[in-house]
């Protein structure tokens, strides 16, 4: 192939700017608003792609949904498991209180048992097997 050949072949091969921008410019807003866009062999070649693209975007939005109520949930029991501890920690430092000495003395008098005064020693209460 000598080198006008491959010139003039090459001439014929080119597209002008004003062409391609004719060929490509198939949307427009003209064409949105009356419709003619969607009848277009270019749209209707995409539609699977656009409805497997729809699907997608519905189940990322009942995903986002599901994720919104785990975590509210989630929420809601850090704050529980919180309170619980607040009350756990409360209720040791009552029975703490309670098992002191000097506030078992005062309830057993308060029922109206006398004990003497508690001594060092430590009795051991044997019960007999049967």
């Known amino acids: 192939m000598s080198l006008k050949q491959f010139n003039k072949s090459k001439k014929n091969d080119f597209i002008y700017?004003?062409?391609?921008?004719?060929e490509s410019s198939f949307i427009n807003f003209r064409g949105l608003l009356d419709g003619s866009l969607l009848s277009h062999d270019r749209v209707f070649k995409q539609l699977p792609f656009l409805f497997f693209i729809t699907v997608l975007l519905i189940f990322k939005m009942g995903l986002q949904y599901e994720n919104q109520k785990i975590y509210k949930e989630l929420v809601?029991?850090?704050?529980?498991?919180?309170?619980?501890?607040?009350k756990h920690i409360e209720y040791g430092i009552d029975l703490m209180k309670?098992?002191?000495?000097?506030?078992?003395?005062?309830r057993v008098k308060d029922v109206g048992l006398e004990i003497g005064p508690i001594?060092?020693?430590?009795?051991?209460?044997?019960?007999?097997k049967k």
Do not use: W, Y
């Open 17 to 22: 700017i004003r062409e391609e921008i004719k």
């Open 76 to 86: 809601k029991t850090k704050k529980e498991v919180s309170e619980l501890r607040f």
């Open 98 to 106: 309670m098992n002191r000495l000097s506030e078992i003395e005062k």
């Open 119 to 128: 001594s060092g020693e430590v009795i051991k209460i044997r019960v007999a």
